[in-house]
């Protein structure tokens, strides 16, 4: 396909698309709107599961790459939230051939690990091509799975990362995420399953679900568990008969989905693991093959776990949205868990954690981050402030007297007056109850005991800075008189409460991580940009597969570029060009033996 023209500059009806900011996670709009999204699109997605309406279509025939001698592969998940980290690693995933320093050579702990071996001979570089297929393992949208958002948010910038993919463009697949879902999947239809291309990417799929065969007998399956819920029939069809039909003794899947299950099955969730396991235990197992690799995205870091057989669990969703911590990961994960209520399980296997980017150590010198809240979410402390405001003011209606004056109370204002207006009065009773089923539900502690003891005290801590301002901004400001009184107190509780709420809210974050909670939030409230991730992996002329975590540790800023050939990137960086590694060295796994050689 023709390139489109040359932008003659970065207006949005001249790119096509306009280049959108980080989500904005902690803001009270985003935050309600999701929350709907949420609600709406399980709703929807009960009575009208697209899946199985997609189930009518044909069945057109399995993209087949295996008559190549070797093949390159891109893995990518979590792309589109702000411009800058998306148009950061789509740059990087365009280049033609990726170069990257050899890591340090040590063995990983479990040492199944092995070196790949590089295209050039340089013992200090390694030549990556771009993939030949490019896979996009979930939420390729956020906050909201409509066509512009889309256009925004992924395409436009993957378009200006590699506007022309060539005689031979790379090939395009895509599992959908949850933010994908919100929209009841109508939008990632449009997108992905319909031929078009996404820059130099040209989509091959129809439908949510996909199957390709790989050189040497591997496989790349990429599963729709729309929301964590069960496979549906026409997939089920679509993988046991179909796609099954063609599986033979000896091959090798990766298999691709939306959720590191296998960490959510550790984590209290026993039955999250069971569809990997399903379609192990009962589609791919029993035509002698073997799911040698699961990949996910959802969870914004990458984490590589490890069977003793070479087997591997990695979720790799760096590919722009906000960074996840990796301080909270289990050690080992054993799957499917023996908690797990599917009476037809496989027996559990333990997977040792072998890497993490960010590591530990610096996952958890982040999160003091969490303590620039104010600044980086411009609208939640204008609401921390607004609440305080009407959380006062109900406080001193409850207080006064018939025929008293606000001025007049607010001038004789003592701790138990205040306490009383807060505990004793309807109004201030009623509106601390609300606020206590608020932060139950948000702090998500396991247990009742610690899910409400975390939620009152966050409560009562903000409670004591609310009333401790007004008593102090009462005897600060008892000069003035009347209304103008009252307004200045009102005003001062609404400015000193959104900056001092919006840190105690930050200090709240940063005790809960402690206790295993809210971490999310502690990361999302950050908008970090760093620590990118995707993976690049090799079937070599041998059958076997090296993958290469390559991660990028800064996002860059980027500015348009008007001129240059229509196949050059619209954009460069401000500054030096983004910086890509290898995370760890690279995982080579062997090919099968042949059935007649076990």
């Known amino acids: ?83 800058d980290a998306t148009m950061t690693v789509a740059s990087v995933l ?25 295209r050039s001979q340089s013992s200090t570089a390694l030549e990556l091509p771009r993939g030949d297929l490019l896979v996009m ?36 697949y895509a599992i959908p995420g949850n933010h994908d879902w919100y929209d009841g999947l109508t939008s990632f239809i449009r997108v992905f399953c319909q031929g078009a291309q996404i820059g130099g990417w040209r989509t091959r799929q129809d ?60 984590l209290g969730e026993p039955n999250a693991y069971e569809h ?27 984490a590589r776990y490890q069977a003793d057989d070479g087997r591997q669990l990695i979720t790799a969703g760096g590919g722009g949205a906000y960074l996840a911590a990796t301080h909270h990961l289990p050690e080992q994960v054993h799957v499917p868990p023996k908690r797990a209520t599917d009476i037809d399980k496989s027996q559990p296997t333990t997977y040792g954690l072998e890497r993490t980017y960010p590591s530990r150590r610096q996952s958890r010198s982040l999160r003091a981050g969490v303590l620039k809240l104010p600044f980086k979410n411009g609208s939640f402390w204008a609401v921390v402030g ?118 105690l809210v930050a200090l709240y974050l940063l005790v809960a991580d402690r206790f295993s909670m809210n971490t999310n939030e502690l990361f999302a409230a950050q908008h970090i940009e760093g620590f990118n991730n995707f993976l690049r992996m090799h079937i070599d002329q041998d059958g076997a597969l090296t993958l290469y975590p390559v991660g990028i540790e800064r996002a860059a800023t980027w500015k348009f570029q008007p001129e240059g050939r229509p196949e050059d990137p619209w954009f460069e960086p401000r500054g030096p060009a983004p910086e890509a590694r290898l995370i760890e060295r690279p995982v080579r796994l062997e090919r099968l033996p042949e059935p007649e050689d076990r």
Request: proline share 9%.
């Open 1 to 83: 396909m023709k390139p489109p023209p040359r932008p003659r500059s970065e207006r949005p009806d001249h790119l096509g698309f306009t280049p959108q900011p980080m989500v904005q996670w902690l803001a009270p709009g985003e935050l309600l709107s999701a929350a709907m999204r949420v609600v709406l699109s399980g709703v929807f997605g009960a009575y009208a599961d697209k899946r199985e309406l997609q189930g009518v279509w044909p069945v057109e025939d399995i993209p087949d790459y295996a008559a190549r001698s070797e093949l390159w592969l891109d893995y990518v998940a979590d792309v589109a939230d702000g411009f």
């Open 94 to 118: 365009a280049r033609p051939d990726l170069v990257v320093p050899e890591p340090p050579d040590h063995q990983p702990r479990r040492g199944l690990a092995k070196p790949g071996v590089p």
């Open 137 to 172: 393992g979930g939420d390729q949208v956020y906050p909201t799975a409509d066509y512009p958002t889309y256009r925004d948010r992924l395409i436009g910038p993957y378009r200006a990362a590699l506007p022309d993919g060539g005689a031979r463009p790379p090939d395009l």
């Open 207 to 266: 439908r949510s679900y996909f199957a390709v065969r790989l050189p040497h007998g591997w496989w790349l399956w990429g599963i729709d568990t729309q929301f964590d819920s069960y496979l549906d029939p026409a997939q089920l069809h679509y993988f046991r008969d179909v796609v099954g039909a063609g599986l033979q003794e000896g091959d090798s899947v990766i298999l691709c989905q939306a959720e590191p299950s296998w960490v959510k099955a550790s």
């Open 276 to 302: 990997v396991d399903f379609v192990q235990r009962e589609i791919v197992e029993p035509r002698g093959a073997q799911v040698r690799m699961a990949l996910a995205g959802d969870h914004h870091h990458y």
């Open 386 to 503: 607004v609440t305080y405001v009407v959380l006062g003011w109900s406080v001193l209606l409850g207080l006064r007297a018939s025929g008293q004056g606000m001025d007049d109370l607010l001038a004789s204002l003592q701790w138990d007056d205040l306490l009383s207006g807060l505990y004793l009065r309807p109004l201030g009773f009623l509106l601390t109850v609300l606020l206590v089923l608020g932060l139950v539900a948000f702090n998500g502690a396991p247990g009742p005991k610690r899910r409400w003891g975390f939620g009152i005290s966050h409560v009562i801590a903000h409670e004591v800075l609310i009333l401790a301002t007004i008593l102090g901004l009462s005897r600060l400001l008892d000069g003035l008189s009347g209304g103008l009184y009252v307004l200045a107190v009102m005003v001062g509780l609404g400015v000193v409460g959104s900056l001092l709420g919006s840190w």
